[in-house]
């Protein structure tokens, strides 16, 4: 099925303990769409970069069979550009520098080949541009996903109120989820954010996993323990990228299938975190991707029977 | 099958943002011994408390068909008392007291019925009270679990490890698998513990579930997403309990079976926390743990067919 991806596409420069990049490709569009190039379809993009992005960047998006018909390029402007540092935990990060450049005043053009879409993902972005996307749409896709962040919550939470009542599966950390709600259990915090209009809601715990609800189901996906976290960016787009892959790939929009997207998006987040900035998403292959997921099939099973 | 249960018996007095209590039966021992009592085996347990402890909690563990035979009853003693407060978030309490009392100078006496067992736990106790008890059993037990905590990595750390080498299953949690190891990566950290002695070990994360690890493989097991805490006193040894309770119903050890078995100790952990100290351990029946163990199928299930 048709898949749409709106988020930034970005230069990030990365420090960790354990290296750092100064200019490398990121952005939540990004890796989203390189993501769920790897579940056979094409993801369509809208963005904006600068100048400065250069063709050589454009053509590797398409070479990862993205569609960036969509990604406008503002030739007097340049690119978004984020910087941060990370802890030697690797679960809390400072952020450097963020100059948002073309991002500033971005006006997303949904190109006519784009129209009619099956699955939209709305990455993290002003929760106004996010709306604007689903009005430009003709027709209403069959399942909208939207992630954001605290971020929209201290600035315009009314804006993002009206975008979240407009979406089907909303995702976001756990310290959003209770920030959202103003509850400390994430069970109550997740029953009153359905309440504003998401059927779905997936609660990101990084390496402890991620949770998934409706009004009357829970679900709960660990991560995978690794030797090495080498880098945690772009890690939840990229579980966000691997579950809407899955489910155009699939179809069903069900709390079933959701369960098996959320585990397709966590072992692409898994790889993800093993190498600097969007490197290892560039170097996977279908192999890798199953044997990761029988990794997953390993970490999760018991044997219900001799349970019950 | 035969299971020997060795560890505090005490009061507690313990204050959370819900309410307080002040002087309320605890301890390890207490915790495993009744959590363990679900899985229809008759738990012996070594213990000691003061004149104090009284005969009406002396029967109370009987009641749970829990042998007492190795409760030591210090005539002239106090019993081991424990007090603590928790923050809002419940993960983080100060100890405001601890009464070592009869437990200063425990030694631990097996009686000759409590010979012969198959399953062995030590709570959380001196690592040489631990120790001795594994000396004094003329026939080393099948399978042998080990609790403790970082005081021990503190005060006295080559004991502890001399009395590691010698069990089966240790469970501490994620801080203390770092301290104990020195690593931070939770997967090197237990390849690093493993090489001590233990032949398993579980990682306890609360809120967010356990990790269990052999030399070859891993187990993630949820932590089931609660409405409510009141009180997380006992979660560790309730889980410990149900552990070794269904271990020792079962009589299998294998890495298969402990995933169950950490499955059932999770299910009897859940429910430890949703009321004040051990107040939920008295009030269950198999029709709860039965409906509880098919939440916890719900929360994990997914379709391995679609995701491979």
Do not use: C
Request: charge should be negative; proline fraction near 3%.
């Amino acid at each position: 099925m048709s898949l749409l991806v709106v988020g930034s596409v970005a230069f990030d420069a990365i420090e960790t303990p354990f290296g750092k990049t100064d200019k490398t490709l990121g952005g939540a569009g990004t890796y989203i769409a390189l993501a769920a190039s790897y579940f056979g379809v094409q993801p369509k993009l809208i963005s904006v970069v600068g100048a400065d992005f250069g063709q050589e960047n454009l053509e590797l998006l398409k070479k990862y069979n993205i569609d960036i018909e969509g990604v406008q390029v503002k030739k007097d402007e340049k690119t978004f550009f984020w910087s941060g540092r990370y802890h030697n935990d690797m679960n809390s990060r400072d952020t450097l520098l963020t100059e948002l450049n073309s991002l500033e005043h971005f006006d997303p053009v949904v190109p006519e080949n784009y129209q009619d879409t099956d699955f939209l993902i709305l990455g993290n972005l002003s929760p106004i541009v996010q709306r604007q996307v689903i009005e430009r749409l003709h027709k209403r896709p069959k399942f909208i996903v939207m992630d954001t962040m605290n971020f929209w919550m201290n600035i315009m939470l009314d804006e993002l109120k009206k975008t979240i009542s407009m979406v089907d599966l909303l995702t976001i950390n756990d310290e959003e989820a209770r920030q959202l709600s103003g509850e400390y259990s994430l069970v109550k915090a997740a029953r009153k954010i359905l309440k504003m209009g998401p059927k779905f809601l997936i609660i990101k715990k990084g390496e402890h996993g991620a949770l998934l609800f409706d009004e009357q189901n829970i679900f709960s996906a660990p991560g995978l323990p690794l030797e090495e976290v080498f880098d945690p960016t772009g890690a939840g787009d990229t579980f966000a990228g691997g579950l809407i892959g899955f489910l155009a790939r699939e179809g069903e929009i069900s709390f079933a299938n959701l369960r098996n997207a959320i585990i397709a998006g966590s072992a692409m987040a898994s790889f993800n975190v093993q190498k600097f900035g969007v490197e290892q998403l560039l170097d996977l292959n279908q192999k890798m991707i199953y044997e990761r997921l029988q990794q997953f099939v390993q970490l999760t099973r018991f044997d219900y029977n001799q349970i019950l």
